[in-house]
């Protein structure tokens, strides 16, 4: 009778790491989350630091409860490789330092305005215009919305990810669509310091209002296709779905579209641009991923993002 238990054979992949051990033994049954759990119990550190892959070719062992040791492949004396991947940072909190960037710089160049830019006499600084003030709100409502998203809706498949990656990540909104969009549009110079324009600001505020509330619908849509805590995918339904794979991505082009337009300025269109950029082959990939995962179950989308785009 075959052994309902299965002992691994452990090796360092990297630098070695301080009290992991040479095998590893645990059920037939048991799963990638067990695994994980007991190789961070013997070395004493975080199950997120650690990285399971086969030794026969390389591929990754799930860290996931719903994945067990017979279903990756591994059998008794297999060889596994764990690598150390360092400090680690939540996903959460990375994404909260992420969008507090906007919403600190802008009210602070917003009310500094009259310190900020050459004038004369402070005492005689202009006042902001409608379209500044309008452009402050909307960049506040809109980062204040994904700070309320990554509380409370948001539902991550990795937890963690390498500690020193925040800087880089932080300096995109930070500096991005913090500072270099802010620097330009409360400028007394600007064109948004000029006459309100009806005629291009209340289409842009229209778009941006029907951009994010169906960017927050296509997130709660998500959000229920997976359990608190778990990794499992689904099929996403609903507005947006049956025309491109990620709505999500298209309702928030069409609110930076709708900023751009209300601040009228070169600085929010080479954010906006740059973010197009980066979700184009992030749609793609989830496009690939739905199909091979669901097979006929999924309707291929001839679109990804933007409908007759991409």
């Not at 700070?147 to 990810?161: K, Q, Y």
């Not at 337009?261 to 989830?286: C, D, E, N, R």
Request: proline fraction near 6%; hydrophobic fraction near 40%.
């Amino acid at each position: 009778m075959a052994s309902k238990d299965v002992t691994l054979v452990v090796l360092p992949r990297g630098k070695p790491i301080r009290n992991l051990p040479t095998d590893v033994t645990l059920p037939r049954a048991g799963t990638g989350a067990e695994l994980y759990q007991q190789l961070a119990t013997s070395a004493g550190t975080s199950i997120h630091r650690l990285r399971v892959t086969k030794g026969n070719d390389g591929s990754l062992v799930p860290n996931s409860r719903d994945t067990s040791i017979s279903q990756t492949g591994l059998m008794g004396d297999s060889k596994i490789y764990v690598k150390d991947l360092g400090p680690q940072i939540a996903w959460r909190t990375v994404f909260l330092v992420e969008y507090l960037g906007p919403l600190l710089v802008h009210p602070i160049i917003y009310y500094l305005r009259p310190y900020l830019y050459k004038n004369p006499s402070i005492g005689d600084f202009p006042q902001p215009s409608t379209v500044q003030m309008l452009s402050l709100v909307l960049i506040s409502v809109h980062f204040a919305k994904r700070e309320v998203e990554t509380l409370f809706v948001h539902r991550f498949s990795s937890s963690t990810m390498p500690f020193f990656n925040i800087f880089k990540n932080s300096a995109h909104y930070w500096v991005l669509a913090g500072a270099n969009i802010a620097y330009f549009v409360y400028s007394p110079s600007s064109y948004a310091a000029m006459e309100l324009n009806p005629l291009v600001v209340y289409p842009g505020l229209l778009l941006f209002a029907v951009g994010e509330l169906g960017n927050f619908n296509a997130h709660l849509i998500l959000r229920g296709l997976r359990s608190s805590g778990g990794t499992e995918r689904g099929i996403p339904k609903g507005l947006g779905f049956g025309a491109v794979t990620c709505p999500n991505y298209m309702f928030e082009t069409m609110a930076w579209i709708g900023i751009v337009m209300v601040t009228a300025s070169l600085s929010t269109a080479l954010f906006a641009t740059v973010g197009v950029a980066q979700m184009i082959p992030w749609a793609l990939k989830k496009e690939r991923n739905l199909r091979r995962e669901f097979g006929d179950k999924y309707k291929s989308k001839r679109y990804s993002m933007l409908p007759g785009i991409i």
